[in-house]
Each structure stands twice: as structure tokens, then as C-alpha cells.
T-cell receptor, first 110, second 117 residues
Framework: GDSVTQMEGPVTLSEEAFLTINCTYTATGYPSLFWYVQYPGEGLQLLLKATKADDKGSNKGFEATYRKETTSFHLEKGSVQVSDSAVYFCALSEDDKIIFGKGTRLHILP | GAVVSQHPSRVICKSGTSVKIECRSL??????MFWYRQFPKQSLMLMAT?????????EQGVEKDKFLINHASLTLSTLTVTSAHPEDSSFYICSASSPGLAEETQYFGPGTRLLVL
């Protein structure tokens, strides 16, 4: 069945460092792909999404490109901030079901 | 790792009836549970946040009298869709978190697909 695999954390970086969080998926069809972020004590928030191959989602300096050939949707940011410390979830949705990765905790040190 | 279950996984009901969905944390105590709704190929929508022993906090636009949430114990939260209508058909997913686990991460249930005829 469909699944999402993302790199395990925690990931610890210094402020202004480059960030990559890897995400790969398996799916039978053509899913939409998402990155969600969870700040402490809060519910998930949509960070960005892409609905078809080669689409690039972007928001708040984060980017991810839907790569069908490598079944990947890696999250990147050129210069992270302390306020980016959170848990990041990669997810896919086919029809009305959503499947999440296990989440990657990101710590940004000042 | 921490496991969250949902029951039922799929339910079909007639318009006007009520449906209860259970969310259980199987091997940890969940102080906070979240309920989400998923529309086809859309992003997840947070419906409400429930803390054990207190009233749920609903997101703007979510009718609390229609979507009743009860978090009666540290391992169980229920979502009851009252007087269900076809537009309530959706995929409902819960998640649970606990300060005792990997710091404040969420663990997701497998979801419940509701179809209202």
C-alpha cells in the first residue's frame, strides 16, 4: 500500500544553516504531496503542497519539489531560523485518505 | 513506537443518524488528542484539540454541537458526528501526543472513512 518515509530526527542545526529533510513515498496512483509543521502544543499546519509531478511548493522560505522519477518530496530551506524549530511531517493524499510520515524534529540553535 | 488506533476504519450510515468514532492510544497516555478532517486531495483540516478531562477547543468554523468530542480518559477520545448529512462524508483522522514521549510529537491513527447516504 501507499506509504511515506522521512528521515528520522532529531535534526540539529545552527541558525542560518541550510536545511534538507528527506521524504520519499510509494503510491499506486498520482497523489498530492504535503509538508506539515507542528509547533509545540499546537495542531498541524500546512506548510506547502504540490499536486503533480515537477510542481514546486513553497512557503516561508521552505521549498519542496514533487519528483515522480525518484518518488521524493524533500523539504529545503536556505537559511533556517530559531523559530523554525518544530516537527515536520511529510504526507501524501490519494482520493480522500492521507498518510503521514513519522515526523522529523528540527532543533535550530542560536 | 507509540501506536494510535481508530475504530471503525470505515462506516456507512443513513442521513440523520449519529456516528461515533473512537481514537485510542494503545501504549501511552495521551494528554492531548487532535481531530482532523481530510477532503479529497486537499490539505488536512484541524477540527479540534482535546485535552483529557476538559472541554475540546474547536477551530473556527467547526460546529461543536455537530461534532461532539469527548476525551474522558488518557487513552480514549471520541468524535461523534450528530445528525450526519452527506456533506459530512469525509476521512477523519486523529492524533495523540504526550509530554512523556518524544518531545511533543504527534502519533496518527489510521483514519476513519465516513460515508453518509
Amino acid at each position: 500500500g501507499d506509504s511515506v518515509t522521512q528521515m528520522e530526527g532529531p535534526v540539529t542545526l545552527s541558525e542560518e544553516a541550510f536545511l534538507t529533510i528527506n521524504c520519499t513515498y510509494t503510491a499506486t496512483g498520482y497523489p498530492s504531496l504535503f509538508w506539515y509543521v507542528q509547533y509545540p502544543g499546537e495542531g498541524l499546519q500546512l506548510l506547502l503542497k504540490a499536486t503533480k509531478a515537477d510542481d514546486k511548493g513553497s512557503n516561508k522560505g521552505f521549498e519542496a519539489t514533487y519528483r515522480k522519477e525518484t518518488t521524493s518530496f524533500h523539504l529545503e530551506k536556505g537559511s533556517v531560523q530559531v523559530s523554525d524549530s518544530a516537527v515536520y511531517f511529510c504526507a501524501l493524499s490519494e482520493d480522500d485518505k492521507i498518510i503521514f510520515g513519522k515526523g522529523t524534529r528540527l532543533h535550530i540553535l542560536p | 513506537g507509540a501506536v494510535v488506533s481508530q475504530h471503525p476504519s470505515r462506516v456507512i450510515c443513513k442521513s440523520g443518524t449519529s456516528v461515533k468514532i473512537e481514537c485510542r492510544s494503545l501504549d501511552f497516555q495521551a494528554t492531548t488528542m487532535f481531530w482532523y478532517r481530510q477532503f479529497p486531495k486537499q490539505s488536512l483540516m484541524l477540527m479540534a484539540t482535546s485535552n483529557e478531562g476538559s472541554k475540546a477547543t474547536y477551530e473556527q468554523g467547526v460546529e461543536k454541537d455537530k461534532f461532539l468530542i469527548n476525551h474522558a480518559s488518557l487513552t480514549l477520545s471520541t468524535l461523534t458526528v450528530t445528525s450526519a448529512h452527506p456533506e459530512d462524508s469525509s476521512f477523519y483522522i486523529c492524533s495523540a501526543s504526550s509530554p512523556g514521549l518524544a518531545e511533543e510529537t504527534q502519533y496518527f491513527g489510521p483514519g476513519t472513512r465516513l460515508l453518509v447516504l
